[in-house]
């Protein structure tokens, strides 16, 4: 039997659309598989938002070796793609002499991992950075950055796609078979797939795919965190992240500015074994608004927007310790599958370098011919309201869609509506429109945009009023008419 794909990538998250953009320098027939109608709906898109400089994690290990290297050229990859990028540091406060003494530690284990641009800061030094920030000293970390892990994603996923990789949507995996021949076929809820290659990059059922492939044993919990969103009138009082010393195993409830200008606080979180539920218990709101409010003070109710959660994978040993990444290919259980299990964070930050280590198990064991016209570069997306008055209006000029603002509070435009519609993944769910575009995210959430957006959907793709989703499957607006029309 003659294989469908050369290779089939299990998830669309940040590591799977990073691993298919990789791949797709080759001469290969790569398909995606993503459970989600849309990528980076999970554990990619409900985090920090921050590029990691590399002081966390233990000197040797891929997790510092791949943070290392991915916040080195991340500059370079947002140019490349077209994603918003900003290299703006952050600070890790203390105000104890245990504090100092931490502090140092992850000073030197920032030097023993190869990460640069760290330095020690005293009280002065400190607030002429972040006069807002609360501390006696600080570590600063200027290397670090923010950018939108949505926009990251959907740009390797819509680059990925440029250059020939297809993705199929909503195709969640269920089971997977290796024939005598060593082609695999991968079932999922729309069908059967064929492949010679495997990619396990399923992050929250990785553990569930690595037994599909025959790899078990791999204890993977799920890590939950939960965020506050605060409005974006205090972006001013936060140039750059703040971080607490870092407690056993996370990075504590820090402060980050973010891309669109909000702030966030968290998280804080603990180990779940639902990796579906991602509620925010108002126990937690209080928590986060106190740990938090210790570092920088000027977290109030009145500025709360929304909150959130995210929940990492956590590959655990025998004793409950969170465990390196582990990408691995065993050739004696499932050849020709490259295995990912426990990426967390640093994800983000490390999934270009991860992305090419993965797929430099596949090259030692396949030969594959380099493509001469792979291209490198995705156009970025239009951020109307980021533009000077002189380029808004050359816009309108050129497309008067540019001239009808659709979203009021972040300033979004019909045109970005309508390109983020018929967008290259074919995604057509309000949440894609949003992640896209950042309408729905400003202060109202949407009150405004909604609907203008559902129209636009419904007009746009030939959909009726009931197919319009949110997000996932059965995440309908509309379920029918509430009064009918008399005749």
């Known amino acids: 039997m003659k294989a469908e794909f050369d290779v089939l990538v299990i998830g669309a ?11 797709s320098r080759y001469d ?5 598989l993503e459970k989600n109608a849309d990528v980076c709906m999970e554990s990619s898109g409900r985090n920090s938002a921050v590029c990691h400089g590399g002081y966390a994690y233990t000197p040797g290990s891929l997790k510092a070796r791949f943070c290392v290297e991915g916040n080195r050229e991340m500059g370079q990859l947002s140019e490349q793609l077209g994603f918003r990028f900003r290299r703006c540091g952050k600070v890790v406060v203390g105000s104890t002499e245990e504090d100092r003494k931490a502090l140092y530690e992850c000073y030197e284990r920032a030097k023993a991992c190869g990460a640069e641009g760290f330095f020690i800061l005293d009280k002065q030094q400190l607030h002429e950075l972040v006069p807002a920030a609360e501390g006696e000293f600080a570590m600063y970390s200027a290397n670090s950055g923010i950018f939108d892990p949505f926009e990251f994603t959907i740009a390797l996923a819509e680059n990925a796609c440029h250059n020939g990789v297809r993705f199929f949507l909503e195709h969640e995996v269920t089971g997977i078979e290796r024939d005598a021949d060593g082609i695999y076929t991968v079932h999922t809820v729309k069908g059967d797939m064929t492949a ?52 056993s195993g996370s990075m504590g409830v820090h402060l980050t500015n973010t891309i669109g200008g909000s702030v966030l606080v968290g998280p804080c979180g603990d180990f779940v074994e639902d990796t579906t ?5 108002a126990d937690n709101m209080e928590k986060l608004a106190e740990y938090g409010s210790k570092i920088w003070p000027h977290i109030h109710r009145k500025d709360y927007i929304r909150n959130y959660s995210g929940i990492l994978p956590k590959w655990l040993d025998e004793n409950g310790v969170i465990q390196d990444y582990c990408i691995e290919v065993r050739d004696n259980i499932a050849p020709h ?8 964070s640093p994800g983000i930050t490390s999934a270009v370098p991860i992305a090419r280590y993965a797929v430099s198990l596949m090259l030692q064991r396949r030969e594959c011919r380099e493509r001469a016209d792979f291209d490198p570069l995705r156009k970025p997306s239009v951020h109307f309201c980021e533009l000077s008055r002189e380029q808004q209006q050359e816009l309108i000029a050129q497309n008067p869609d540019y001239g009808e603002i659709i979203c009021r509070c972040e300033t979004v435009t019909k045109a970005e509506i309508l390109a983020a519609i018929h967008n290259p993944l074919g995604a057509h769910t309000l949440s894609s429109i949003k992640y896209r575009t950042h309408a729905m995210m400003g202060r109202c959430q949407g009150g405004y945009c909604q609907m203008r957006m559902e129209k636009l959907l419904e007009q746009e793709l030939g959909l009726q009023p009931t197919q319009v989703r949110y997000a996932r499957e059965g995440s309908q607006l509309f379920y029918g008419k509430v009064r009918e029309e008399a005749e």
């Open 13 to 23: 998250g940040v590591i799977g659309s990073a691993v298919a953009r990789e791949l």
């Open 28 to 32: 290969l027939r790569i398909g995606v």
């Open 196 to 247: 010679e290659w495997i990619f396990n990059c399923a992050g929250l059922g990785c553990g569930k795919v690595s037994d599909m492939l025959g790899i078990r044993g791999y204890r993977v919990v799920g890590d939950k965190g939960d965020y506050i969103i605060l409005d974006k009138r205090l972006n001013k009082l936060l140039p750059m992240p703040i971080y607490p010393l870092p407690p």
């Open 277 to 281: 539920d991602y509620g925010v218990p």
């Open 337 to 344: 599958a490259v295995n990912l299990v426990g990426i967390e």
